[in-house]
């Protein structure tokens, strides 16, 4: 079974290169003798040689054309790019993809584009194949050819699936159906309508479209309709409800630009809040600006052992005339490494997260953050898949650790007053651990991806806003940071990745939701 | 990293101030009235983004939390939970029930009425909305409404009908009310109760908030005992928290409108103009006395001018 923490790289091809020249230079056998065009319904028939003599003359052109192509490169120049079997979707869409190929001055430059927009057609997720040919250009013009895109549009519009995430806002493995209409309107529009659920009792039901362009740029273009809802009555008695749009763009590979407007509503349906979460339960517009830079040159985002990645997410919220919604600066920092150590496939992980964030606006000083935008550490998420900002912390529970306040009192008619204690977050966090994986010796476990690993992690959260500052130190952040140590098997799927752990806390704070033992975490592939 | 807990810090927490009342939700007026009443030392914090919660106003002291979608509403919680109580000994009485009846239901019904019918929601737009978003204000305000309106029964049927009951009761439980209390400082003996702090409140609200043109305030104004009356606890019991002083209820009956800051703009303008016809006045009296003179003088110099002519004749 393959391993499937394996990332596959959509710019390199998974072959060997002379397996890619081999099959490239078939189809350039298959079309070298047609200069009068292929016929569309049977290629297989339009390209069989006439006779067996021009048989064995396109055999040894082809031969001698992959000795010259082995010594040196070979000039060719692309004449025209031919769109075939696209009945709804538009040429610029299709054409945007190749547009690579026209670049190319060498055969080899020019198999490589083929491939990359080969590559780029099919991740449109609009096609049911795709397939780049090469023809011979205009007699008249020598050393020219014609890329021959051909593409079977998908026969059923419709696609259901299910798939695994961990999404950054709810910070917890997610289970995603979704249902997708796609190409409606030949622009390679993808329509989804998508009921979500969280390991942390969140939902979320959406409608979204996503554009693999915008107005021409190659930028795809995301947007959605939500509703979304998150539970957290069992760890800071509110429940948080979100009706918004959002937008996204991706700039480039690495940039990405997203705005939200959501109404936003925290209520206590339990009515045992605490007082910071008592002062926070109402409605809030949220309209916030999102800039994202992600590098992530791991081989693996759920065993990486080699590579590193970083993460830069700032927000601004409240950007809008009217000063009423909720105004505040978030920024989160996420960098791992990986090294491998050459045994066993072992690799040192090395990771350090942090983030802040502060009300602004009048009053900013004395107004306490939003507990919606706050940050919040522990989990059943391991540090090493996560990626943007901290939030995983071995050992302790979801929002187990970090500023709590003592919940509502109630009469227990058992054992006289009883309450229990809300954890509402900080406005600062810091998160680091050190992470060695390594193989197991048996085969039975190497073939199946299952490894073992030892860890040790450090975290800390504190409050800023409010006038909470005033009693922030960073001796005092340093002195109260929480550490565990542990060691655990790691057992790959094809959709998440499950670690068996035993914690051990070397250090926590009073009231934190913690204690040493077995611990399972469940991660998978950031969204 | 841990919470507060000082037992001693009573907070109550309301909707915000406005129309120069500590409260402007008629909800919460009751219970910071009867705070007050009680001369219970507390804090007062706000809530403005949760204009459709029932559980305001809610009390809390350290751990303990007294909301008011609790055992009847947080007056009732901290008569129960001994937190305070002004009722004790007056709950037997016969009067307590049919007057607690006539001012929670009846008046409150009208006010309620009035707020979101009557006047066409204008005052609880700025009482409920204002620091919400425009966009979810509108919105929990066009909800609200049609939820007022169920609540009250009110179809497009019945809505003229239902309008008159609603009044003509609210006048009955005025006239009622303000026979039971004939020139008394408080509903019942001389102490304050509860039901002092429901009727304050509602007096307060319907002659400070509610606009000139509102039936309901006309109603009220009648009564010219009930309105001494409220004056009279405003002045010994709100008036040292209130953070700017507010005019005396009887004197400027036609100043109070829909805004708080009216009331003292007002008096000025009609001063001036009082003035200004005193002026006036006054510039007429000395024109006219000017031209007295000035006649008689014309008149009386030219008849002893010819008495002297005459005499030298002889």
């Given at each position: 079974m393959a391993n499937p923490a394996d990332k596959p790289d959509?710019?390199?091809?998974?072959?060997d290169e002379g397996e890619v020249r081999e099959e490239e230079l078939e189809d350039i056998e298959e079309e070298e003798d047609d200069y009068e065009g292929e016929d569309d319904n049977d290629e297989a028939t339009a390209s069989k040689p006439q006779t067996r003599e021009d048989a064995a003359a396109s055999r040894a052109n082809a031969q001698n054309l992959f000795r010259r192509m082995g010594v040196a490169p070979v000039p060719v120049r692309v004449h025209d790019v031919i769109v075939k079997g696209n009945e709804k979707t538009k040429d610029h869409v299709i054409e945007a993809e190749v547009?690579?190929?026209?670049?190319?001055?060498t055969l080899q430059e020019l198999l490589e584009a083929a491939n990359v927009a080969n590559f780029n057609l099919r991740a449109l997720d609009i096609f049911d194949s795709v397939k780049i040919t090469l023809d011979a250009g205009p007699p008249e013009l020598p050393d020219t050819t014609n890329v021959v895109v051909k593409v079977v549009e998908s026969q059923s519009p419709l696609a259901a699936e299910i798939v695994t995430s961990t999404k950054s806002q709810a910070r917890s493995s997610t289970l995603e159906g979704s249902l997708k209409y796609k190409n409606i309107f030949g622009h390679g529009d993808i329509w989804d309508s998508s009921l979500a659920y969280g390991c942390d009792n969140s939902g979320e039901v959406g409608l979204g479209l996503y554009l693999p362009r915008l107005r021409g740029r190659p930028t795809p273009f995301t947007s959605r309709l939500y509703l979304s809802t998150q539970d957290w009555l069992k760890f800071s008695s509110y429940r948080e409800r979100a009706l918004g749009v959002s937008l996204g763009v991706l700039?480039?590979?690495n940039h990405e630009l997203g705005y939200t407007l959501a109404w936003r509503n925290l209520i206590d349906p339990t009515q045992m809040a605490s007082r910071t979460i008592r002062r926070q339960i109402g409605h809030s517009l949220v309209s916030d600006l999102k800039y994202t830079f992600k590098v992530d040159e791991r081989n693996s985002s759920l065993r990486p052992t080699r590579g590193y990645s970083f993460v830069s997410t700032s927000q601004i919220g409240g950007l809008v005339p009217d000063s009423r919604t909720l105004r505040f600066l978030r920024q989160e920092i996420d960098l791992k490494y990986a090294v491998p150590l050459?045994?066993?496939r072992s690799a040192l992980n090395f990771g350090v997260s942090g983030g802040i964030t502060f009300p602004w606006g009048s009053g900013y000083k004395s107004r306490g953050s939003s507990v919606s935008e706050r940050f919040f550490l522990g989990g059943n998420i391991s540090p090493v898949c996560s990626l943007g900002g901290p939030s995983a912390l071995w050992g302790f529970k979801t929002r187990g650790l970090g500023p709590n306040e003592p919940r509502r009192e109630v009469e227990d008619d058992k054992s006289g007053d009883t309450y229990e204690r809300d954890f509402v977050g900080g406005d600062v966090a810091v998160t680091a651990f050190a992470d060695l994986s390594f193989d197991f010796p048996l085969r039975w476990f190497r073939e199946r991806g299952i490894h073992g690993h030892v860890f040790a992690c450090a975290g800390n959260i504190a409050e800023l806003s409010g006038n909470k500052y005033r009693n922030f130190t960073a001796p005092k952040f340093l002195e109260t940071f929480r550490s565990t140590v542990g060691a655990g098997i790691v057992l790959p799927t094809s959709l998440f990745r499950m670690e068996l752990n035993y914690c051990h806390i070397v250090k926590k704070q009073e009231h934190d939701r913690a204690k040493s033992g077995f611990f399972m975490t469940f991660s998978t592939p950031s969204s | 990293m841990e919470g507060d807990q000082?037992?001693?810090?009573f907070t109550l927490v309301t909707r915000k101030p406005c129309f120069g009342l500590p409260t402007a939700c008629p909800n919460c007026l009751p219970a910071y009235i009867y705070l007050k009443l009680a001369q219970l030392p507390f804090q007062l914090a706000f809530n403005s983004t949760f204009p459709d919660s029932e559980e305001l106003p809610y009390f809390e002291s350290g751990t303990y939390v007294a909301y008011n979608n609790e055992d009847g509403g947080v007056i009732e919680k901290l008569k129960k939970d001994g937190i305070v109580n002004l009722d004790s000994q007056l709950q037997s009485l016969p009067d307590y029930l049919s007057l607690k009846a006539l001012i929670v239901s009846w008046l409150d019904e009208a006010l309620t009425y009035e707020i979101w019918v009557g006047t066409e929601g204008v005052c609880a737009s700025k009482i409920y909305y204002s620091d919400l978003p425009w966009v979810i204000g509108k919105v929990l305000f066009y909800k609200q409404t049609y939820l007022t309106k169920n609540r009250l029964g009110l179809t497009k049927e019945n809505a003229e009908q239902r309008e008159k009951l609603i009044y003509k009761r609210a006048s009955e439980a005025y006239e009622a009310l303000s026979t039971r209390l004939g020139e008394q400082k408080f509903l019942f003996e001389d102490r304050p109760s509860s039901l002092d702090a429901f009727f304050l409140s509602h007096m307060l609200f319907t002659i400070q908030v509610l606009p000139e043109t509102s039936v309901l305030r006309r109603k009220l104004l009648e009564h010219s005992n009930l309105v001494r009356y409220a004056e009279r606890l405003k002045s010994e019991f709100l008036e040292e928290s209130s953070s700017s002083p507010s005019p005396?209820?009887?004197?400027?009956?036609?100043?109070?409108?829909?805004?708080?800051?009216k009331p003292k703009n007002k008096p000025k303008a009609e001063k001036s103009e009082e003035e200004k016809k005193i002026k006036k006045r006054a510039r007429f009296f000395l024109a006219a006395q000017f031209l007295a003179v000035v006649i008689y003088v014309s008149v009386m110099g030219g008849g002893s001018s010819d008495e002297v002519e005459y005499e030298d004749d002889d």
């Open positions: 959509p710019n390199l091809t998974t072959r547009e690579g190929v026209r670049q190319a001055t700039l480039s590979k050459g045994f066993y | 000082d037992t001693s810090d005396p209820l009887h004197s400027f009956p036609s100043s109070f409108s829909g805004k708080g800051s």
